[in-house]
């Protein structure tokens, strides 16, 4: 595979990830309620709706169309997600807004001349899938909801019209993706300052159009994106750059309800999302075939338990390149890909004293790096014990870098999710099979990973990640970090993690993390270690033996947590 463009990326993340700042924050209780997310202004809005007596599903309705307006480089109207629920009293369930591929959609759309052409998929118009974001927030809030539409988007819209003030960082995100926004029209007109200047920390940035956007959606519901106006904006701006996306498409789009994938650790059930989650079988393969493991004798991040963990990561990785898609158009080996026999079968090369070479490891025989890390996760538990967790993107950051003219929302670019070429890379690394190939109406596979862990039937963890195949092992992690070592929130959240995704053959770790001593011990395993600025960005909330909520955010990056 192309290992050269690998390294080129994970260069480049050096200088776009947010670096783990020094201070490790501690965790903070809360008595009536708790939202975690990756904006100061969004995690208000979601504390806002709890005290005005919403629920949790209420919160996360409001919080991701605030998103929406602050974080416009993950937060989305025009991308889409997944929602995992848990209710007091014990129901769990798990909302698939993925987006789709549009009907006109091929699986050779980005050959050219016999040459797949991977930026196609990456930047402009064809990247971009139905998104499903507005059809998952009414679907949530219509059968969870406490509050009306309109009231939890109103913060939002407010938001929108009147500006906020942006942040070093959101100030830095913007510019560095001036020159690429310039190739858009509306997208240079909304996300870029429209001269040769700069945008600044304390600039006031207002979205008028974007406001109007989300009070047709407000007045209107599902078709106030779906239909009218905004649908007509989003035909326009494929017939425009002649993308492919009709109003067939946009009427026809629905998310969807499905089972949660249940996994059984040490006393603690973790509920995730399924498919076309590809989180929640490698989260559930991993921790069968680590289960057998004296993980807590062997001592957090040290060389023997990172071997271990990163070989399973391995094994699963693989498996999860060559098995996982859309259920909805393939058949997905649920069954023996979690069994027990499966995955003890899949750990018996591995040895304690020498690292599996990955070229040596393929999927496993079943009988009868790196995604886009600008995805946003947010946690929310509300005073009676309602939990949320969500991840939502638009792939890469800003996405298409395409934005809708009239209508002020960015689209996604997650196509790119597919694998375009079975056998190719996709900008981030990860290898896809014939699984994920481009269907029409089909769902890409994402890496997205909601997760809420109960105990005793009751909620212990929210957790959940953004950074593409990371989220797998950054959740994972957290799990472990509180049911192996008996961490708290934020030591759990902010302590070094460690990926493997199979190909390319390496670990990739957090740059302040793991000892010299334990780098060379991993290498005389015969592992490639590779340092990164950020294992994912995780926001997480733990509940206390006595019920208090804690905060868990990752200081990896911007992160907020209100509660009252």
Known sequence: MAFTRILLLAFTLLFTTQTLTAQVLTSKSYGNGIVVSADYHASEIGKQILQQGGNAVDAAVAVQFALAVTLPRAGNIGGGGFMVVHLADGETNTLDFREKAPERATRNMYVRNGEFKSDLSWEGILAVGVPGTVDGMVKAIERYGRMPLD?????????????????????????????????????????????????????????????QTLERIARFGREGFYSGPVADAIVNEMSRYRGLISYRDLRNYESVWREPIVADFLGYKLHIMPPPSSGSVAIAQILEMIDDYPLAEMGHNSAEYVHVVSEAMRRAFADRSYYLGDPDFIDIPMEELLSEEYNNDRMASFSADQATTSESLEHGEITGFLESSETTHFSIVDKDGNAVSVTTTLNGSFGSHVSVSGAGFLLNNEMDDFSAQPGEPNAYGLIGAEANAIEPGKRMLSSMSPTIVTRDGKVDMVLGAAGGPRIITATLQSFLNKAVFGMRSQQATAQPRFHHQWLPDMIFFDDFGLSPDTQQALEERGHRLFPMPGIGRAHNIYVDQNGDLNSGVDPRGDGHASGY
């Open 151 to 211: 009231m939890v988007i109103q913060p939002a819209i407010k938001l929108a019209r009147e500006g906020y003030t942006l942040s070093y960082t959101q100030a830095q995100d913007l510019n560095n993706h001036k020159d690429t926004f310039k190739k858009y029209q509306a997208s240079a007109r909304y996300f870029t300052t429209g001269d040769s200047t700069l945008f600044e920390e304390g600039d006031l940035f207002v979205q008028e159009d974007l406001a």
